[in-house]
């Protein structure tokens, strides 16, 4: 799967704008992904492939094929509620272990195999922490699902992939506690479990209910990443709510008031930005108008990741075009803050577990 052939949009224009020179030095700086969403990040050949070998392909539902070919195509989101409504036909695509095992295997290799259109073979990401959300179905439980995407994660070395486990928004109490207790036990047996993660709608669920689920995480030695802030509609309340979970990361963090700086700031919890997420959702208008500026200026670690590959047609390197590409294409940043920039994405990568 190459980086740039298969990309359009904010980061294709990017990259294209590009000297030779300048894609070579992207390509070839060492840059961790640590936001990338499993179920967002398969590649369409991959759907497509899945879709054909459905155990019962005629039982599909019809707008399984339209998904896919208006994602080829490309998806226009009006705004990001529009977003959550993709999944359901990527998830009847991969809800039992096979299946399942296939996608986690595609997207690993996008993010860490040789991209062919690099001259040296340097794939896009030096390392990547896939996170995802286990799901259950009549084909495998929660623990099932984690156990087939950590034998592929697996199968990479310790210093180039790692696992977060997702919780949902949208999941009650007695789901939640049962998705942290596998994430814990897989971890205490040895397997690649570095985080948990908070995703789903901005706007779901009640946040109080999350407080012990990643306190009993933190516990036992896993990173903490939750998206947070990531509309305007996400209160005063649900951000500090959050922020009090003692985060070690934070998901895209759009709208931060001074309150919630002052936190991020003093606890240096990294910032994990999707340039051309925050762009297709809408949630940024412009690239000028984007927060990242903003913890550049003050020095705050951040880490520049695709978020979901898959709908936003974006790349790792598409996404560093972003930085260095000129204005209005880019931000115009130099090489040498492109290079400190990527040094912090290496440098907020969740802990390992001590036997790996
Ligand atoms: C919040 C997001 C997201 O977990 O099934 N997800 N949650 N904000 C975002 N930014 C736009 N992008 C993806 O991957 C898909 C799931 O990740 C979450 C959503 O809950 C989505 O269903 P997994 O592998």
């Known amino acids: ?12 224009a990017a990259l294209a704008s590009l000297t030779a020179g300048q894609v070579e030095f992207l390509r070839a700086l060492p840059k961790a992904e640590l936001h990338a969403h499993l179920n967002g990040c398969i590649p ?18 019809e707008n399984v094929h339209a998904g896919i070919d208006q994602l080829q195509k490309g998806v226009v989101l009006e705004e990001i ?22 996608a986690a295997r595609a997207v690993l290799a996008l993010f860490l195999e040789s991209d062919p259109e690099a001259p040296n073979g340097q794939s896009q990401a030096a390392y990547l922490e896939l996170r995802t959300t286990p799901r259950e179905s009549a084909h495998m439980t929660r623990r099932r699902y984690l156990e087939t995407v950590l034998d592929e994660v697996e199968r990479y ?14 999941m009650d109490a007695k789901v939640a506690e049962e998705v942290v207790d596998v994430a814990v036990a897989l971890r205490n047996e040895g397997r690649r479990v570095v985080g948990v993660d908070l995703c789903g709608d901005p706007l779901a669920g009640d946040m109080k209910e999350f407080e012990g689920h990643f306190s009993k995480a933190k516990q036992a030695g896993l990173g903490v990443t939750l998206h947070i802030a990531e509309t305007t509609e996400n209160t005063h309340e649900d951000t500090l709510r959050l922020l009090s979970f003692k985060p070690d990361r934070l998901g895209h963090a759009t709208f931060l008031d001074v309150d919630a700086r002052d936190v991020v700031f003093s606890n240096k919890a990294c910032v994990e930005i999707c340039l051309s997420s925050n762009l297709l959702c809408k949630t ?30 974006n790349s790792l390197v598409g996404e560093y ?18 290079v400190r920039v990527a040094g912090m994405s290496m440098t907020s990568r969740f802990a390992l577990p001590t036997a790996q």
């Open 81 to 102: 509620h529009d977003f959550f409504g993709l999944f359901p036909a990527i998830y009847a695509l991969t809800s039992n272990p096979e299946a399942l095992a296939e």
């Open 157 to 170: 070395p310790g210093e180039r992939a790692a696992l977060i486990v997702s919780l949902d928004r949208r």
């Open 44 to 61: 369409v050949p991959t759907l497509r492939k899945l879709a054909a070998e459905h155990s019962d392909a005629a039982s599909l539902p």
């Open 284 to 313: 940024v208008s412009s690239l000028d108008e984007h927060h990242l500026k903003h913890y550049l200026e003050c020095n705050h670690p951040v880490a520049i990741c695709t978020d979901d590959t898959l709908p936003f047609r």
């Open 1 to 12: 799967m190459s980086s740039s052939s298969s990309i359009a949009g904010y980061a294709a």
């Open 321 to 338: 075009a972003l930085l260095l590409a000129q204005k209005p294409l880019g931000l115009g940043l130099s090489e040498q803050e492109v």
